[in-house]
């Protein structure tokens, strides 16, 4: 089992100043990252005591989260896609440093994509899966909204950590625990699918205490580039395959869903939420252009998904996201 250590750069309020749950004029929420019971992540040794929480039989036991459409999610009524501006990229970036990987690669697995784990309110455990995604304070995990927070009427997850490349308990990189989570507001106040978007802003750790794009490199992102792509990668780690234990892949082209909705062919189910749908995925280093992620279907195992279409209000998360990450 790989090292869980962690060495912590980030400073922050302390638990009893750590600001509640804040939204922003552009559509945004954010709240710090807590523990089960409360506390703020905003240090080592709290940071310490997640990563220690999620042992190898409480990782195992985590509830694939489910991708079923929820009775109570929205969209938008307005049925006709519309542009949402001009095109937008960031480009990926690898690794900085050397990691001496420990797992030998496979054939569409990703070392940028992995699997995240946290406690429900409930005090259950769950997890979805993630991808990093390139930016200038490399901190930044992408996932869907639901897997950050239950939506409309619910509460954020807690104990959130990511473990990139997670294959059948092995974690070749180590572990990154969560300090900050952001979403969409529409998703935290009305559930809505449109904007199923969830970004995470990581502590340093892993197994060589540093920042997570650093470890792993980052993923590119795009927005407003259309609703038919004529060809994507999605990669996730879904129960119906491998019991959550390892990345699959599906490749398809994706077409309109209705709202702002993508859909594209692929018999992931549970568990594959919150994984990066990619343009341009290279197998070779692992990086592709992220643009969208695992949101739902109407009927799991039926061999489609929909994922958020990722127009200005993707770039406007990561944008706050960005702003809110320590140096």
């Known amino acids: 089992m790989a090292s869980l250590a962690l060495a912590l750069v980030v400073t922050g309020p302390t638990a009893a100043e750590a600001k509640p749950t804040t939204s922003d ?23 310490k005591e997640v990563a220690a929480f999620w042992t190898p039989e409480r990782m195992a036991s985590a509830v694939d989260l489910d991708i ?33 990987d420990d797992v030998s690669i496979q054939l569409n697995e990703s070392q940028t994509t992995g699997k995240v784990y946290f406690t429900t309110p409930t005090g ?15 901190r930044l995990v992408m ?3 639901h897997c950050v927070h239950q939506g409309r009427g619910g509460q954020w997850y807690s104990n959130w950590q ?23 507001t529409a998703w935290v106040s009305n559930s809505s ?23 792993v490199g980052g993923n590119g992102l795009r927005w407003n580039w259309g609703y038919n792509i004529s060809l994507i990668t999605a990669l996730g780690y879904p129960a119906n395959l491998g019991g959550g234990e390892s990345q699959y892949y599906c490749q398809s082209g ?12 692929c018999n992931m189910t549970y568990g594959s939420s919150g994984g990066p749908w990619f343009q341009e995925y290279n197998d070779q280093n692992g990086l ?17 998904f929909d994922g958020p279409y990722f127009d200005n209000d993707i770039k406007s998360l990561y944008d706050f996201a960005e702003g809110l990450s320590p140096a």
Not at 70 to 97: C, F, I, L, N, Q
Not at 254 to 265: D, E, F, K, V
Not at 290 to 297: E, L
């Open 254 to 265: 994706t077409w309109y869903a209705g709202g702002q909705q993508i859909r594209m062919w």
């Open 143 to 145: 996932t869907a909204g």
């Open 288 to 304: 592709g252009y992220i643009n969208s992620v695992v949101s739902h279907g109407d009927n799991p195992g039926n061999g489609q």
């Open 25 to 47: 004029r552009n559509g945004n929420t954010t709240t710090v990252a807590r523990t089960k019971d409360g506390r703020a992540i905003t240090n080592e040794a709290v940071a």
């Open 68 to 100: 079923v459409k929820p009775k109570s999610a929205t969209e938008s009524p307005d049925r006709a896609p519309k542009p949402g501006g001009p095109a937008g990229t960031v480009k990926p970036v690898v690794a900085s440093v050397a990691t001496g």
């Open 124 to 138: 259950g455990t769950a997890s979805c899966s993630a991808s990093t995604v390139a930016s200038g304070k490399r």
């Open 162 to 184: 990511f473990v990139p490349r997670y294959r059948s308990g092995a974690r070749p990189f180590g572990t990154f625990v969560a300090y900050q989570l952001t979403a969409r």
């Open 193 to 215: 699918l449109d904007e199923d978007m969830g970004i995470a802003i990581m502590h340093n750790g892993g197994n060589w205490g540093l920042k997570v794009v650093d470890t």
